[in-house]
């Protein structure tokens, strides 16, 4: 079975950086493509960043474009996500999912129903 297992987290204080690793295993195809997800406490899971596997295009949502970086080594089947600038307001649990499905658009990549397979999360936080 599929398996996506994120590291990386810890808790820094305004301004620092973090980059998370999500490594993909146990399937024979690693799908289409990548997103990172977070959610804070009493709040929606929202949308982060996302790529395919093949490279090229990348995807941010307005609140972290700038300081994030989405990237990616196919041989290591490992996607990572630098975080620079860090806010308290980043603070979350932040998730690595995978898509096997076409996605063609940004609101379909910034979809969480559209992603197939979820890691378990690591827990981000910043403090002021």
């Known amino acids: 079975q599929v398996q996506l297992v994120e590291s990386g987290g810890g808790l820094v204080q305004a301004g620092d950086s973090l980059r998370l690793s999500c490594a993909y295993s146990?399937?024979?195809?690693?799908?289409?493509?990548m997103g990172w997800f977070r959610q804070a406490p009493g709040k929606e899971r929202e949308f982060v960043a996302a790529?395919?596997?093949?490279?090229?295009?990348?995807y941010y949502s307005d609140s972290v474009k700038g300081r994030f970086t989405i990237s990616r080594d196919s041989a290591k089947n490992t996607v990572y996500l630098q975080m620079n600038s860090l806010k308290p307001e980043d603070t979350a649990v932040y998730y690595c999912?995978?898509?096997?499905?076409?996605?063609?658009?940004?609101?379909?990549?910034?979809?969480?129903?559209?992603?197939?397979?979820w890691g378990q999360g690591t827990q981000v936080t910043v403090s002021s």
């Open positions: 790529m395919r596997w093949a490279g090229g295009v990348t």
């Open positions: 146990g399937g024979t195809f690693s799908g289409y493509g």
């Open positions: 999912a995978n898509t096997l499905r076409t996605l063609r658009t940004f609101r379909a990549w910034g979809t969480d129903r559209e992603y197939d397979y």
